[in-house]
């Protein structure tokens, strides 16, 4: 079956500017995360003694404003999908704080979790898997109704077939089965299930990575609509740093279990501060062959450590080319070196063009510790 092509879904993604943002500087954050840990434990033997641990996220914090989408990126392993799942409470924490509407939602138990689905739901990254093959299309959006005993108005079928329309299927997919659309499609499909309970925070996990280029697009502009539509709150995890620069409106980069930089999209891609932010940026594709020759490729050296045991201090100094002995012994902290830009480096790049600021007070999107 062919992808939907509507005129919508036809135009090119466009840069979210800073100064009409989204999101209210002056708002409560909507999700408020501190210290946010999860170790996944080695065991061996009969007994299963723990010989060791996946630092899989290792102590990072961030704020979520109502409104403004926060792009997550690194390279493969480095934490970012686990750390949707643990903020979705599709996995438990071991250690830290996860705050939704000023609510610790933490430890909460699956029955005191049940009414925060409501709020909090998930785009996963493969749209084939994700969707249960023996189901109709309606019976997969309905789900979410069913698990939290809503009756819309109007009746269930109605409801969904809005939700089809809504995210650009026809309504009369209702019955046709996940195996008949193509992959794009069937992440529109995945996008109508989450939006089916009307949630406050959406956590995107590589939405379009699965997608064929051609596809991408479309569905970029279809989940930046539907947030003004909807007024939605996005968390978007990926790789691709040329998607994260179109829908984001705040950048976090994770690096082994770590942020290490994070900062608004314009200040982010116009001036990176930490080392690796800057490679990530050099191997960004550029379409115009001058361009292309007029910029510094940095190829880093080795591979991303294991976070079985990952390096002492700073996590990034194994294959940093600005490392130096107190990268070694000392971890560095993210600490704001300008309004609303933070970073986790001993040595950072850019840090002379603007005066220091102060760290910023966490309802303004700091991710100092507590």
């Given at each position: 079956?062919?992808?939907?092509?509507?005129d919508?879904?036809?135009?090119?993604?466009?840069?979210?500017?800073?100064?009409?943002?989204?999101?209210?500087d002056?708002?409560?954050?909507?999700?408020?995360?501190?210290?946010?840990?999860?170790?996944?434990?080695?065991?061996?033997?009969?007994?299963?003694?723990?010989?060791?641990?996946?630092?899989?996220?290792d102590?990072?914090?961030?704020?979520?404003?109502?409104?403004?989408?926060?792009g997550?990126?690194?390279?493969?392993?480095?934490?970012?999908?686990?750390?949707?799942?643990?903020?979705?409470?599709l996995?438990?924490p071991?250690?830290?704080?996860?705050?939704?509407?000023?609510?610790?939602?933490?430890?909460?138990?699956?029955?005191?979790?049940r009414?925060?689905?409501?709020?909090?739901?998930?785009?996963?990254?493969?749209?084939?898997?994700?969707?249960?093959?023996?189901?109709?299309?309606?019976?997969?959006?309905?789900?979410?109704?069913?698990?939290?005993?809503?009756?819309?108005e109007?009746?269930?079928?109605?409801?969904?077939?809005?939700?089809?329309?809504?995210?650009?299927?026809?309504?009369?997919?209702?019955?046709?089965?996940?195996?008949e659309?193509?992959?794009?499609?069937?992440?529109?499909?995945?996008?109508?299930?989450?939006?089916?309970?009307?949630?406050?925070?959406?956590?995107?996990?590589?939405?379009?990575?699965?997608?064929?280029?051609?596809?991408?697009?479309?569905?970029?502009?279809?989940?930046?609509?539907?947030?003004?539509?909807?007024?939605?709150?996005?968390?978007?995890?990926?790789?691709?740093?040329?998607?994260?620069?179109?829908v984001?409106?705040?950048?976090?980069?994770?690096?082994?279990g770590?942020?290490?930089?994070l900062?608004?999209?314009?200040?982010?891609?116009?001036?990176p501060?930490?080392?690796?932010?800057?490679?990530?940026?050099?191997?960004?594709?550029?379409?115009?062959?001058?361009?292309?020759t007029?910029?510094?490729?940095?190829?880093?050296?080795?591979?991303?450590?294991?976070?079985?045991?990952?390096?002492?201090?700073?996590?990034?100094?194994?294959?940093?080319?600005?490392?130096?002995?107190?990268?070694?012994?000392?971890?560095?902290?993210?600490?704001?070196?300008?309004?609303?830009?933070?970073?986790?480096c001993?040595?950072?790049e850019?840090?002379?063009?603007?005066?220091?600021?102060?760290?910023?007070?966490?309802?303004?999107?700091?991710?100092?510790?507590?």
């Open positions: 079956m062919t992808e939907t092509t509507d919508q879904s036809k135009k090119i993604p466009l840069q979210k500017g800073t100064e009409d943002a989204k999101a209210s002056g708002a409560a954050p909507l999700l408020r995360v501190r210290g946010l840990v999860r170790h996944f434990p080695i065991t061996k033997g009969l007994l299963k003694r723990q010989a060791g641990a996946v630092q899989a996220v102590g990072i914090d961030f704020d979520v404003r109502p409104g403004e989408t926060l997550v990126v690194g390279e493969s392993g480095c934490g970012k999908s686990t750390m949707g799942r643990l903020i979705t409470r996995d438990e071991t250690g830290g704080t996860i705050e939704f509407q000023g609510r610790d939602i933490t430890h909460l138990s699956p029955g005191r979790l009414p925060m689905r409501r709020d909090v739901q998930m785009i996963f990254q493969d749209p084939y898997g994700s969707l249960n093959p023996r189901h109709t299309i309606g019976g997969i959006v309905s789900t979410p109704f069913r698990l939290q005993g809503v009756e819309p109007g009746g269930l079928k109605k409801e969904v077939q809005r939700l089809l329309e809504l995210v650009g299927l026809s309504p009369e997919h209702y019955n046709r089965y996940p195996h659309f193509s992959g794009g499609q069937r992440q529109r499909i995945g996008i109508a299930r989450a939006l089916a309970l009307k949630p406050k925070l959406v956590v995107a996990d590589e939405p379009v990575s699965a997608l064929d280029v051609s596809i991408q697009a479309q569905v970029v502009n279809l989940m930046d609509d539907l947030q003004e539509e909807l007024g939605l709150t996005y968390v978007i995890i990926a790789h691709d740093l040329s998607v994260i620069r179109h984001s409106d705040r950048i976090a980069v994770m690096y082994l770590k942020i290490v930089e900062s608004d999209r314009k200040a982010l891609y116009e001036s501060m930490h080392p690796y932010t800057k490679a990530l940026l050099s191997a960004v594709p550029v379409p115009d062959p001058k361009r292309r007029q910029r510094d490729r940095i190829l880093l050296k080795g591979d991303v450590p294991s976070p079985i045991n990952p390096p002492s201090g700073c996590r990034f100094r194994t294959r940093c080319w600005k490392a130096t002995e107190v990268c070694t012994t000392t971890e560095p902290p993210l600490v704001a070196l300008r309004t609303g830009h933070q970073v986790a001993h040595h950072p850019n840090a002379g063009d603007r005066p220091a600021a102060a760290p910023a007070e966490p309802g303004e999107g700091a991710a100092t510790g507590e």
